[in-house]
Nanobody, 115 residues
Framework: QVRLVESGGGLVQPGGSLGLSCAAS????????IGWYRQAPGKERELVAV???????NYANSVKDRFTISRDNAKSTLYLQMNSLKPEDTAVYYC?????????WGQGTQVTVSE
């Protein structure tokens, strides 16, 4: 069974940094396209960054040059390094895997950027 478990969220001041992790199991991680999405209160879920099985990446314009997505296939883990955080980055961050059998989501981790 597919499992995606996020960790690393929390409260950080504007301009600060935070790293998220997503531990995956139940599928061949190295072959999957995976990514991070986020949903702020009252807003739709949006793409943050994705990385494919060839390690090509794609970022939302709002996070380019501030966030870095990476993957460790040996550990079946996805990462998101977030720097220069802004209050508008506050959201629940979700890990997602796109597989042949469907799209799967983690339970999410809260990131709050505030003084």
């Amino acid at each position: 069974q597919v499992r995606l478990v996020e960790s690393g969220g929390g409260l950080v001041q504007p301009g600060g940094s935070l790293g998220l992790s997503c531990a995956a199991s139940g599928f061949t991680f190295s072959l999957a396209d995976i990514g991070w999405y986020r949903q702020a209160p009252g807003k739709e879920r949006e793409l943050v960054a994705v990385i494919d099985d060839g390690r090509s990446t794609n970022y939302a314009n709002s996070v380019k040059d501030r966030f870095t997505i990476s993957r460790d296939n040996a550990k079946s883990t996805l990462y998101l390094q977030m720097n220069s955080l802004k209050p508008e980055d506050t959201a629940v961050y979700y890990c997602s895997a796109r597989l042949f059998r469907g799209n799967y989501w983690g339970q999410g981790t809260q990131v709050t950027v505030s003084e």
